[in-house]
């Protein structure tokens, strides 16, 4: 079955140190996206990328990375300058153009990562 | 730039019980509008979406939703809560750049 994996489900990392998160999908979608939720906020736009080697910034880019070799995969890194890492990340991809398939996002199941 | 409210941060419900929940949203286009359900750790799952034709619109789990332009808003509604309905539900607002914007979610807690 097409989907997106997230890995790792849980990851806890020192405070100073950057990390990686894993998004790889293969339903052939054009776009990927990774989104930040933290209690009572909603769900919060990192960074996105609707081509290979191209991506822009979201609503709370600073202090993330990311970048889009393979349309399959989009890595995130949180890094050092990221000043609240702790959250639940969630990673996403869609279709572009027109029709009704192109409407939706299909969601990866998250990674959860704790800074300490 | 697209928003939307849901202006319920918590809703407790019985089983059996109606259920309702509001969202308002901006956008200066046609909206193309979703409700996700998230359970606790997981990802979201798409409910339903409106992008055109009939106001009301039916997802999974016997959930629907009504498009109101005149009031800038879609709200979900389910005949009968179910206690697997327990969970947050995210209203989000599509833009022409492919961009979803997601309201703050409501929680909903279903009582025996």
């Known amino acids: 079955d097409g989907g997106i994996t997230q890995s790792p489900k849980y990851l806890f990392r020192k405070e100073g140190q950057n990390v990686t998160l894993s998004c790889e999908q293969n339903l052939n979608h054009d776009a990927m996206y990774w989104y930040r939720q933290d209690p009572g906020q909603g769900l919060r736009l990192i960074y996105y990328?609707?081509?290979?080697?191209?991506?822009q910034k979201g609503d709370i880019a600073e202090g993330y990375s990311v970048s889009r070799e393979k349309k399959e995969s989009f890595p995130l890194t949180v890094t050092s300058a990221q000043k609240n890492p702790t959250a639940f990340y969630l990673c996403?991809?869609?279709?572009?153009?027109?029709?009704?398939?192109?409407?939706?996002?299909?969601f990866g199941s998250g990674t959860r990562l704790t800074v300490v | 730039a697209q928003s939307v409210t849901q202006p319920d941060i918590h809703i407790t419900v019985s089983e059996g019980a109606s259920l309702e929940l509001r969202c308002n949203y901006s956008?200066?286009?046609?909206?193309?509008l979703f409700w996700y359900v998230q359970s606790p750790g997981q990802g979201l799952q798409l409910l339903l979406k409106?992008?055109?034709?009939?106001?009301l619109v039916q997802g999974i789990k016997g959930f629907e939703a009504e498009f109101k332009r005149s009031q800038s808003s879609f709200n979900l509604r389910k005949p009968s809560v179910h206690w697997s309905d327990a969970a947050e539900y995210f209203c989000?607002?599509?833009?022409?750049?492919?961009?979803?914007?997601f309201g703050a979610g409501t929680t909903v807690t279903v009582r025996a």
């Open positions: 989000a607002v599509r833009s022409n750049d492919y961009k979803l914007s």
């Open positions: 956008y200066g286009a046609t909206p193309y």
């Open positions: 409106y992008f055109s034709g009939d106001t």
């Open positions: 990328s609707q081509i290979v080697n191209d991506f």
């Open positions: 996403a991809s869609s279709i572009l153009g027109q029709g009704p398939r192109s409407y939706g996002y299909t």
